[in-house]
């Protein structure tokens, strides 16, 4: 005679069939967050920098900085950027910052920024090297110059958030810094290396 089957096996083979699949969904969806939607920082490229207004006088410097960088968003979603901004630096000592307002990069896709602002005059702290100066010219070449220059450090920063599975917000963080050669006689960019 067959044993009559007791319907407690069967529940608990059920459960843990149950079980089993609920943690091999959830370790696919870890996997497919891991690999296909964890969020990346976007991708700042520094295309140029002029200073379209420059003079020095007395031991003083004035000019206008303009930067010209283009930046990529490598996410699957929007980026939303705010609290960003742009720093000049000079012998350690902030002389320049301007704020750049906030906005929205789309998935997949690159936005040109141009920022442009004034730098009050300061001191020149340092003598102008003189003798060649050797960096990259923005386009792929070295400049080369024979002229005093001074070198100046720009600090592009981008903070924002990128939304992951229309869910989660994840918090990211872009820097760029470049070093910028001028010719001191009429300010032009011998070349810049970030």
Same mark, same amino acid.
């Given at each position: 005679?067959?044993?009559?089957?007791?319907?407690?096996?069967?529940?608990?083979?059920?459960?843990?069939?149950?079980?089993?699949?609920?943690?091999?969904?959830?370790?696919?969806?870890?996997?497919?967050?891991?690999?296909?939607?964890?969020?990346?920082?976007?991708?700042?490229?520094?295309?140029?920098?002029?200073?379209?207004?420059?003079?020095?006088?007395? &031991?003083?410097?004035? +000019?206008?900085?303009?930067?010209?960088?283009?930046?990529?968003?490598?996410?699957?979603?929007?980026?939303?950027?705010?609290?960003?901004?742009?720093?000049?630096?000079?012998?350690?000592?902030?002389?320049? +910052?301007?704020?750049?307002?906030?906005?929205?990069?789309?998935?997949?896709?690159?936005?040109?920024?141009?920022?442009?602002?004034?730098?009050?005059?300061?001191?020149?702290?340092?003598?102008?090297?003189?003798?060649?100066?050797?960096?990259?010219?923005?386009?792929?070449?070295?400049?080369? &110059?024979?002229?005093?220059?001074?070198?100046?450090?720009?600090?592009?920063?981008?903070?924002?958030?990128?939304?992951?599975?229309?869910?989660?917000?994840?918090?990211?963080?872009?820097?760029?810094?470049?070093?910028?050669?001028?010719?001191?006689?009429?300010?032009?960019?011998? &070349?810049?290396?970030?």
């Amino acid at each position: 005679m067959n044993e009559p089957r007791r319907p407690g096996r069967t529940n608990l083979a059920s459960c843990i069939v149950a079980t089993v699949f609920l943690v091999l969904a959830v370790a696919v969806i870890v996997i497919v967050y891991l690999c296909v939607f964890k969020p990346k920082d976007p991708k700042i490229a520094v295309h140029a920098m002029r200073f379209p207004t420059f003079s020095i006088s007395n &031991g003083t410097v004035d +000019f206008t900085f303009s930067q010209y960088v283009a930046v990529k968003n490598p996410n699957r979603d929007a980026f939303t950027h705010y609290d960003s901004s742009v720093q000049l630096v000079y012998s350690g000592s902030e002389v320049g +910052f301007m704020f750049i307002p906030a906005g929205k990069i789309d998935a997949g896709r690159t936005q040109y920024m141009l920022a442009t602002f004034a730098v009050k005059s300061f001191p020149v702290t340092q003598a102008p090297l003189s003798g060649v100066t050797a960096l990259n010219d923005g386009v792929g070449g070295v400049g080369m &110059g024979m002229e005093p220059t001074m070198e100046i450090e720009s600090r592009m920063k981008l903070v924002g958030r990128v939304r992951v599975l229309w869910f989660f917000t994840h918090t990211v963080d872009s820097r760029v810094s470049c070093s910028v050669a001028i010719e001191v006689s009429n300010g032009s960019v011998l &070349g810049f290396h970030c």
